[in-house]
């Protein structure tokens, strides 16, 4: 059976589940499933699971089946045919581009929807004993990257080699580096792999 797949950009959850209900419908003739799969952005995983997956199946009597990846990992996923998806929901169109379109790909997918998006920023947890040092970062009265190197501050981000955030985060602390005029701000991160900080994105957002 070949299915018809679509690629959404970030923040395209509406449209995605437009966009599944239609290539669902393309394929039910053929295999009778009434299930739409999606593979999405693991920074997606809350809207998706604990909303708009159950909404979508109760507004059309279809059921929904999710399934978080980092979004360079999904779509080498598909490439490599371990993953066939209904729907793909991307955090990086740079990943659908060079990873699932064209010939060098075998044309896996004809198109996108870029839908929005947002900034890279860092994310606290209310409760931490730090919080009152990351609102005063917030404030402008505190830079961001002193309150990183406090002795017992935790700080997580994503893998470089599957996650679009992971390997932004890796761009970001570079600029940040000249921008500051502090060379030492790329050197918090360590090894882009480091192990005291990389995760897998549904596992950083648990920790938080």
Not at 84 to 112: C, Q, R, Y
Request: aromatic residues 8%.
């Amino acid at each position: 059976m070949t299915r018809a797949r679509s690629i959404i950009g970030p923040g395209a959850l509406s449209l995605a589940l437009l966009v599944a209900s239609a290539a669902l419908s393309s394929c039910k003739k053929s295999s009778g499933d009434n299930t739409v799969s999606v593979l999405y952005a693991g920074s997606l995983a809350t809207a998706l699971e604990n909303g708009l997956g159950a909404a979508f199946s109760k507004a059309t009597g279809i059921a929904y089946k999710g399934e978080a990846q980092g979004s360079l990992g999904g779509a080498r996923m598909i490439h490599d045919h371990l993953r066939s998806p209904d729907v793909f929901i991307s955090a990086d169109p740079t990943v659908n581009e060079t990873v699932l379109m064209g010939d060098k790909n075998d044309h896996l997918v004809s198109w996108f929807a870029t839908m929005a998006s947002s900034q890279l920023v860092l994310a606290y947890n209310p409760k931490s004993r730090f919080a009152d040092k990351f609102q005063a970062a917030a404030a402008n009265a505190m830079p961001w990257y002193e309150v990183l190197q406090i002795p017992g501050v935790r700080f997580g981000r994503g893998d470089p080699t599957t996650d679009p955030k992971g390997y932004r985060t890796l761009f970001l602390f570079d600029l940040a580096g000249r921008h500051y005029q502090k060379p030492g701000i790329p050197h918090m991160l360590g090894e882009p792999l480091n192990p005291a900080q990389v995760f897998p994105e549904i596992v950083l957002l648990a920790r938080v």
